[in-house]
């Protein structure tokens, strides 16, 4: 990617506490217009809380999030959803007790007509936004008013995906996006992936599976215990790039070196329990 | 994500999840109900009488109409202590504003209903704001609606006593009007429109939707950009409403303001809400379930009155039965 580009996200020393843990401590991370980002790193490296801080779930302690360039204020996830800012959740983050058209919708229902804090929910367009939205994914669900508890690991997974992806998100995070699937449900949501960059979306993948960073990203950003060690394009073949990757992981390489983080430099616990 | 072999069960077990989702508690209580008004017929020819049902009726109304706010709280797997005490207090405001003070009595009836959405309103912004357990906060509620019942009104009853159309307002009979011979109070229609509004809110609405939303996942419904503090703040306000209008139709019915009753009537009203298949654990609970719960009590305690069971025994078979209602609704999750 052309680094000569206005990123569309700009993170800029991110610190985020939990009590006494740091689980943060000073992260910068770009994405590009276009661009499939992994981001990896061990158990408890602050992915997925970095990408939390992004999607509006927390808060972080300090540090500048800047969207094409101008500052942004996310406060909440309301706030990320309407700059165009998606997450799938790896928990999936579904209400259980409400079908699928109402989950889709949960937070953005097409509303018939409203009097103050009377709103009056159009259900039919919601199931039938919802069936197309599902048919154009593809995904194998026999009827939008099923409830997500009768769904399968894999048909939820689809539902938390097509949720985000059903409402032209410009930034889209997933958080270990193949992690309940299948073989073959794994190349469907990379292929599915591929294709949203293809239609103008940028997108942020958390995962484990190096394999399917270096199958689809553009670019690896390596985070361990709260900071960021490694930021590189994809290149090379698989072997060597998970070599070198599992090197950033385990701390064997670090290309920021130890020359900034000096405020935190007498407070470095030894391993971050949450992430 | 289905192979072409599996494909078939599938869709018979999702096709057979779509009926009975929500059905099963509801035929339950259903035919619980039809069976005691079977047993109670054959048991005393009293119990059948137009006159004992209408009785039976108009003891639904009061503790119906709470239990379709309590629905609602329950829902969101919260829990109301203040309804009985909350409705007094909106029973004692009303007779402020229609006694005391002497104005119309549709703003004595508006005094009730918001003395009662406030006071939800307060429940609300402990629960959500504040972040205290909702039994805690409806607890303190539930004795400052009392105490505060009682410090208005001075601690004596306030009649209605010049203004009757306040009394006809509930106990008096519009369809008898119509049909001579069917004196059905209008206490009795109050409850079934509040019914269908309240199921109205709980299934077509925002509202309602988020009510099931935060009972189900609450941090998922966060997740998705609602606000779940003001929504959950309405759903007390909503439930509080609720009460309020308990408390005009109990004042109605009594023809005065009684600021020493309603402790109590909150657990008579959670137990309809559960008899009726509301979960406790939130996220499922339907209107009908709840006016279905309510009969069931009404009918329990008038048969066995007419049985001449004593009291005592009347709240101990009550108390099994919301038991095994509750036990019901696990054995039911268990198999799902």
């Known amino acids: 990617m052309s680094s000569q580009q206005t990123p569309i996200v700009e993170m800029r020393n991110i610190h985020k506490r939990f009590g006494a843990v740091q689980a943060l401590r000073g992260v910068d991370l770009e994405l590009y217009p276009g661009e499939i980002l992994g981001l990896v790193g061990d158990n408890a490296a602050g992915k997925s809380t970095l990408m939390k801080v992004l999607s509006g779930a927390y808060l972080p302690n300090e540090g500048d999030i800047l969207l094409h360039g101008q500052p942004a204020h996310i406060a909440n996830p309301e706030d990320s959803r309407r700059l165009g800012i998606e997450m799938v959740y790896q928990d999936f983050a579904l209400c259980n007790n409400l079908d699928v058209a109402a989950n889709v919708f949960l937070g953005r229902e097409v509303v018939r007509w409203r009097l103050g804090s009377l709103r009056w929910m159009n259900k039919r367009t919601m199931e039938q936004r919802a069936r197309t939205m599902l048919d154009r994914l593809r995904i194998d669900i026999s009827s939008v008013r099923l409830r997500v508890e009768n769904l399968s690991g894999g048909q939820r997974q689809a539902v938390a995906i097509g949720r985000a992806i059903a409402f032209d998100a410009k930034v889209i995070i997933m958080d270990e996006p193949t992690a309940a699937l299948s073989v073959a449900a794994i190349d469907k949501v990379l292929d599915l992936i591929s294709s949203l960059r293809e239609h103008g979306a940028s997108i942020i993948i958390i995962s484990h599976r190096l394999e399917d960073i270096f199958r689809i990203g553009d670019r690896v950003a390596v985070l361990r215990q709260g900071r960021k060690v490694a930021d590189r394009p994809v290149a090379g073949d698989i072997h060597e790039f998970r070599e070198q990757v599992v090197a950033y992981m385990v701390g064997a390489r670090d290309d920021y070196g130890s020359e900034n983080d000096g405020e935190n430099g007498a407070v470095r616990s030894p391993s971050p329990v949450n992430a | ?336």
Request: glycine share 12%; charged share 10%; proline share 3%.
């Open chain 2, 1 to 336: 994500m289905t192979t072409d072999t599996t494909e078939l069960t599938t869709s018979v077990r999702e096709r057979r999840a779509l009926f009975r989702s929500d059905a099963t508690q509801k035929l339950l209580a259903f035919a619980g109900l039809i069976a005691l008004f079977v047993v109670f017929s054959l048991a005393s020819p009293n119990f059948f009488k137009f006159d004992n049902i209408i009785g039976i009726l108009l003891a639904t109304a009061v503790n119906g109409v709470l239990a379709l706010g309590v629905t609602f709280i329950i829902v969101t797997a919260g829990i109301d202590l203040s309804v009985g005490t909350v409705m007094t207090l909106s029973a004692v405001m009303s007779g402020v504003f229609v006694t005391f003070w002497g104005l119309p009595i549709p703003l004595g009836i508006l005094a009730g209903l918001a003395t009662g959405a406030l006071a939800g309103f307060v429940n609300g912004i402990a629960i959500s704001k504040m972040k205290i357990p909702p039994f805690i906060a409806t607890l303190g509620m539930m004795m400052m609606a009392k105490g505060l019942a009682l410090v208005i009104s001075g601690a004596k009853p306030i009649y209605f006593n010049d203004t009757p159309a306040f009394r006809q307002m509930a106990m008096g009979s519009l369809i008898g009007r119509v049909i001579p011979g069917f004196e059905v109070p209008n206490a009795v229609f109050i409850l079934f429109g509040a019914a269908i509004i309240a199921n109205l809110i709980l299934t077509k609405t925002v509202l309602g939707r988020y009510t099931v939303a935060l009972g189900s996942n609450e941090e998922a419904t966060r997740l998705s950009g609602v606000n779940v503090d003001a929504w959950k703040t309405a759903v007390y306000a909503l439930g509080g409403a609720f009460s309020g209008l308990g408390g005009v139709l109990m004042a109605a019915r009594l023809n005065s303001a009684q600021p020493a009753l309603g402790a109590g009537y909150e657990l008579d009203a959670i137990a309809a809400v559960v008899i009726g298949g509301t979960s406790l654990s939130g996220g499922e609970g339907t209107i009908l379930g709840t006016v279905i719960g309510a009969f069931i009590i009404s009918v329990l305690t008038n048969g066995l009155r007419i049985l001449s069971v004593p009291q005592e025994w009347q709240m101990v078979v009550t108390g099994a039965i919301v038991i095994l209602a509750v036990y019901a609704d696990i054995i039911r999750r268990r198999n799902q």
